[in-house]
């Protein structure tokens, strides 16, 4: 028996790069629509390599729009926020932190400072929702 999932409720034996990793997702997006030929050339690739989309290098059903403005609402910090922080640098153009209190943002601004110098981040800002 090889690597098992995560979740004891669902122990399963992680036979392919896909099992590896767990969903990325954003709380909330603005969305810009793709032209539909980026999603016809993509669905080609799929058709000529259907390896391609098995292994996670292309998602034709999911380019069909780009994530102008993510927004990650963060009421904690730690290790749940900074992931928080690094899907927003990863799959936003621009990505905003928002934080209920002060006190929250002035930490969840210490998390991106931490790690802008070694991952870059350059694209995600904190901010204050009262």
């Given at each position: 028996?090889?690597?098992?999932?995560?979740?004891?409720?669902?122990?399963?034996?992680?036979?392919?790069?896909?099992?590896?990793?767990?969903?990325?997702?954003?709380?909330?997006?603005?969305?810009?629509?793709?032209?539909?030929?980026?999603?016809?050339?993509?669905?080609?690739?799929?058709e000529f390599d259907p390896n391609l989309e098995a292994q996670g290098?292309?998602?034709?059903?999911?380019?069909?729009?780009?994530?102008?403005?993510?927004?990650?609402?963060?009421?904690?910090?730690?290790?749940?926020?900074?992931?928080?922080?690094?899907?927003?640098?990863?799959?936003?153009?621009?990505?905003?932190?928002?934080?209920?209190?002060?006190?929250?943002?002035?930490?969840?601004?210490?998390?991106?400072?931490?790690?802008?110098?070694?991952?870059?981040?350059?694209?995600?800002?904190?901010?204050?929702?009262?």
């Open positions: 028996m090889g690597p098992v999932g995560p979740y004891p409720a669902l122990r399963a034996d992680m036979k392919k790069s896909a099992d590896y990793l767990t969903d990325c997702k954003i709380d909330l997006a603005w969305l810009l629509p793709l032209p539909s030929g980026l999603r016809e050339f993509l669905a080609a690739l799929r290098l292309i998602c034709p059903d999911l380019h069909g729009h780009v994530a102008v403005v993510g927004f990650e609402l963060e009421s904690s910090t730690g290790k749940h926020a900074a992931g928080g922080l690094l899907n927003l640098a990863a799959y936003c153009v621009i990505g905003v932190g928002v934080s209920p209190t002060a006190v929250k943002a002035a930490e969840l601004s210490s998390i991106l400072a931490r790690y802008q110098p070694t991952l870059g981040l350059r694209n995600v800002r904190v901010l204050v929702h009262s």
